[in-house]
């Protein structure tokens, strides 16, 4: 089976408010660049993966990651549910939506995770903590239903969901605080 994956990407001045001065050796748009990079080229390099869909309205992220091999579809606004299911209810086959800030992401545990999805017709991978969604896949795009945002496991698990269990702790961790890019650079991100 043969992953489409979508990546909800804000624009970078707007994206990760809470990391501002997280690493002083950059300023904050390259911060929020540098994990979304760490993400698509994991993704891109997946083998379970067959396309990468970034959607977004930064164009210098659209730039870089499209250079990268993603292709871009303009965020339709309404935040990042609708964002998801403007780029995923276009896709008949599996579909999966990663967050963008998972900058330490190893290609070999995305692939782990969709071939273990790819048993169920809608599954999640929670954060590291367990509340937060950091992949959510659906054996076809409109059966996606993301419900990203606080308390999202929850949400995900209570409309019917499977919650993947598997040990992928690049996968799980995200990087929303300083302590959690501190982390994320113990895990391989290179900052």
Known sequence: MTWTVVVPLKSLADGKSRLRGAAPHLDHDRLVLALAVGTVEAALKA????????????????????????????????????????????????VAALLGDVGALVPVELDAALAAGSAYPRWFVADAEGTGTVLLGAVR???????????????????????????????????????????????????
């Open 47 to 94: 083998s379970e993966v067959g396309r990468v869909v970034v959607v977004t309205g930064d164009a210098e992220a659209s730039s870089v990651l499209g250079a990268m091999g993603a292709e871009i579809t303009a965020d339709p606004g309404g935040g990042l549910n609708a964002a998801i299911r403007a780029a995923a209810n276009t896709e008949t086959g599996p």
């Open 141 to 191: 795009g409109d059966r996606l239903e993301p419900r990203f945002g606080p308390g999202s496991a929850a949400a995900h698990a209570g409309s019917g969901a499977t919650a993947l269990t598997g040990d992928w702790p690049t996968l799980r961790h995200d990087v929303d605080t300083p302590a959690d890019l501190a982390r994320a650079r113990m895990l391989g991100l290179d900052l």
